[in-house]
Structures are given as structure tokens and as C-alpha cells.
Nanobody
Framework: QVQLVESGGGLVQAGGSLRLSCAASGRASSTIDMGWFRQAPGKEREFVAAISWNGGSTYYADSVKGRFTISRDYVKNTVYLQMNSLKPEDTAVYYC???????????????????WGQGTQVTVSS
């Protein structure tokens, strides 16, 4: 079992920055792939970013490339999502997700993740 706790959401003006954190417990972080997803009101959940178990591969949705950066700290068992140049359309509940590194699967599909956090609200005002 993996427990995930997100933090760092809040209200920010367009053009501003936020850093989301996802603290994982229950398994060594070096054995799990991690991802961030978001869901805006009335919309389906969508992929935002992901990072492989060894940090060697990162993936981003086209809508956030160049603005968001995913990273991980193995000592703290934490994954981060640095969000810069935020836009009102980034407003959503952001969820952290985790899956075992085995089997190797695409990290952009939500269905491959077994564990999810409770979500943290990000609101970007125009």
C-alpha cells in the first residue's frame, strides 16, 4: 500500500507560481512511478506530468510543457510539481498518483495508477 498526501495548492494570480508536493509513504519511492493529474469542474480528469521510478524519464501534457516541472526527492519520499506562468485554465483539483515500477507501462494514462491522493485545489485568477 502507498499513501499519498498532496499539499501546496492555493489561490494565485495569472502569471504566478505554485509548487505542489506529494509525500508518499508505505513503499520506498525508488520502486514507484509517480504522476500528477488534474480535474476541472465539469471536465474529465487529465494527465499533467509524470516521472519514472528512477527519475530518468519525465512526461508532460502539451498544455503545461515549458511551464511545469516535475521532480522527486528520494530522501523525503516526495514528488514536486513546480508550476510557473500559471493561467486561469490551470484551475483544477490536482491529484498525485503512484504505481509500482513493475510492470513498465505508459505513465500518461490514469488507469495504470493504483494509488491516488486526496487532491489539492489550485485556483488561478485572471
Amino acid at each position: 500500500q502507498v499513501q499519498l498526501v498532496e499539499s501546496g495548492g492555493g489561490l494565485v494570480q495569472a502569471g504566478g507560481s505554485l509548487r505542489l508536493s506529494c509525500a508518499a509513504s508505505g513503499r520506498a519511492s525508488s520502486t514507484i512511478d509517480m504522476g500528477w493529474f488534474r480535474q476541472a469542474p465539469g471536465k474529465e480528469r487529465e494527465f499533467v506530468a509524470a516521472i519514472s521510478w528512477n527519475g530518468g524519464s519525465t512526461y508532460y501534457a502539451d498544455s503545461v510543457k515549458g511551464r511545469f516541472t516535475i521532480s522527486r526527492d528520494y530522501v523525503k519520499n516526495t514528488v514536486y510539481l513546480q508550476m510557473n506562468s500559471l493561467k486561469p485554465e490551470d484551475t483544477a483539483v490536482y491529484y498525485c498518483a503512484a504505481k509500482s515500477r513493475w510492470p513498465a507501462q505508459t505513465l500518461i494514462a490514469g488507469k495504470v495508477y493504483n494509488y491516488w491522493g486526496q487532491g489539492t485545489q489550485v485556483t488561478v485568477s485572471s
